[in-house]
């Protein structure tokens, strides 16, 4: 099993930056690739970013194009999220995950979750 537990979220004024982190323990990792998705009040949980862990290459969901950033670091188990000019529109619970297999974009084909870290950006 892999645990899989996210930091770094708040509270912050439109414009803003949050640094997520998402620590990962347990077992070495079967799976290539890491992903983000968020979860806002009434919306179903949409992607975010994702990330190989070896090849690195981050792809976004166009709504967060150009300002957030994923990255890992395979030494220490972790990825992370730079958000930058955030929105209000931003305001969501964010999680990641690890993919079991098939496309990044789905968030069903991803096997491990964590319990999600809160982003409230105020306009």
């Known amino acids: 099993q892999v645990q899989l537990v996210e930091s770094g979220g708040g509270l912050v004024q439109a414009g803003g930056s949050l640094r997520l982190s998402c620590a990962a323990s347990?077992?070495?990792?079967?799976?290539?690739?890491m992903g983000w998705f968020r979860q806002a009040p009434g919306k179903e949980r949409e992607f975010v970013a994702a990330i190989h862990w070896t090849a690195g290459s981050p792809v976004y969901a166009d709504s967060v194009k150009g300002r957030f950033t994923c990255s890992r670091d395979n030494a220490k188990k972790a990825v992370y999220l730079q958000l930058n000019s955030l929105k209000p529109e931003d305001t969501a619970d964010y999680y990641c995950a690890a993919l079991r297999s098939g496309s990044v974009y789905n968030k069903n084909n991803y096997e491990y979750w964590g319990q999600g870290t809160q982003v409230t950006v105020s306009s």
């Open positions: 347990g077992r070495t990792f079967s799976s290539d690739f």
